[in-house]
């Protein structure tokens, strides 16, 4: 008979101490800010119930002062329970509609999103996906499995995000078998992550992870941070080695009242993420999602922002700002409008300064007038017709 094997208890990394050592329920909440927090023991019941808490010790302590751009995105607000915006849904983006096996999205002909599971290292109060993130539903072995066999299947798919939740809080095995799967598919081109993880908790980006990740390449991660406070010789750190390893890292922000929706902040912003060679990819309109009305700004605010860093710092600082249109219409570009008329000799343009200039079309030019512009953008004289 074999005899019973001792346990062997693994070593909890420090990533894992520090989430183990978080708020995760209300209480905790209460006893941890205590007066600060201005909500009573039902409020906050609701709250975690409505949408959960969970705030890890190296988050919570980016907080200075209530009420400021750290606090709003992790400690939550009375407002969350005020659900009476009917622009709202809980699935704006209609992810959902779009999903021919469990945890998969399918919307532009080549690419898929994949959401390998519903954790995150903090709840994030304004997230998009919080009918699912957070719950105690398990993305599970086999659901990965049914993702990548449908990938398998569908030779169009070249390029996949693995999303969540956030994915880096599965385990190094965990996400190394994800993306041996996918790297097995011969159509597979590009693989990136999503996760919020080098902001919210970078211990969690350690030489292991980045060296599995290093194995299926080209791979890329894009990251989340909205404010300058969040770039700290931590997260600065995780990012690097990411880099390091050659995993290029972007940025994708979103634009919440109280928090980025100054000029100043996102300038600020922008060019520290290039010093820690993150590539400020897009900055999106907040999505119309129940609980985060209190978050939203006018979309004149976003373009402000935009016209404010175009030419007033380096173009790579430019993220893209997108509005992801309700209904699952997909990403949409929104740009301040830099082109004032077009004739048919002429495009005429504004720069930065708001001075105009000129730029001559030449109708000898091989497709000069083939390619066909809307015509809100001409001044109705000519055929709409211009190169750009
Ligand atoms: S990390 Fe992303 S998915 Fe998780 S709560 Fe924050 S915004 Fe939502």
């Not at 893209?320 to 570009?333: E, F, L, R, S």
């Not at 105009?356 to 083939?370: G, K, L, M, T």
């Amino acid at each position: 008979m074999a005899l019973p094997q001792p346990q062997v208890k693994r070593q909890k990394d420090e990533w894992q101490e520090l989430l183990a050592a978080g708020i995760n329920r209300p209480d905790k909440l209460i006893d941890e800010l205590g007066a600060r927090l201005g909500l009573d023991d039902e409020t906050a019941a609701s709250l975690h119930k409505n949408f959960p808490v969970r705030i890890n010790p190296y988050y919570l302590g980016l907080i200075e002062e209530v009420n400021d751009p750290i606090w709003r995105q992790a400690i939550p607000d009375e407002m969350e329970l005020d659900h009476s915006d009917t622009m709202t849904t809980m699935d704006p983006l209609a992810e959902d509609m779009d999903s021919p096996v469990p945890y998969l999205t399918h919307r532009y002909p080549d690419r898929v999103l994949m959401v390998v599971q519903l954790q995150c290292a903090m709840y994030c109060r304004f997230c998009t996906r919080r009918r699912e993130v957070g719950s105690r539903n398990a993305v599970t072995k086999d659901d990965w499995d049914r993702q990548i066999e449908y990938i398998a299947t569908h030779p169009e798919v070249r390029d996949v995000i693995i999303s969540g939740g956030d994915p880096f809080m599965l385990l190094d095995h965990q996400i190394d078998y994800i993306l041996k799967g996918l790297r097995a598919i011969p159509h597979m081109e590009i693989i990136r992550l999503d996760s919020r993880m080098p902001v919210t908790l970078p211990h969690r980006v350690t030489d292991n992870l980045c060296k599995i990740m290093q194995r299926y390449h080209p791979v890329y991660l894009n990251t989340h941070f909205n404010h300058p406070r969040e770039i700290t010789p931590e997260s600065s750190r995780a990012c690097e080695l990411m880099n390091d390893h050659g995993i290029p890292v972007g940025n994708q922000s979103v634009l919440l009242r109280g928090v980025n929706d100054d000029p100043e902040v996102m300038k600020e912003l922008v060019q520290k993420l290039l010093m820690i060679r993150v590539k400020p990819y897009y900055l999106y309109q907040a999505d119309l999602v129940t609980g985060t009305s209190h978050f939203r700004t006018a979309v004149e605010k976003g373009l402000e922002i935009i016209k404010a860093i175009q030419g007033h710092t380096s173009g790579m600082a430019v993220p893209h700002y997108v509005i992801d249109a309700p209904q699952g219409g997909g990403k949409i570009p929104v740009t301040p409008d830099f082109i004032q008329e077009i004739t048919d000799d002429e495009i005429v343009l504004k720069n930065y300064e708001g001075k105009v200039y000129r730029y001559p079309i030449d109708s000898e030019v091989p497709n000069a007038r083939e390619a066909k512009l809307p015509q809100a953008q001409t001044n109705g004289k000519g055929n709409g017709s211009a190169t750009t």
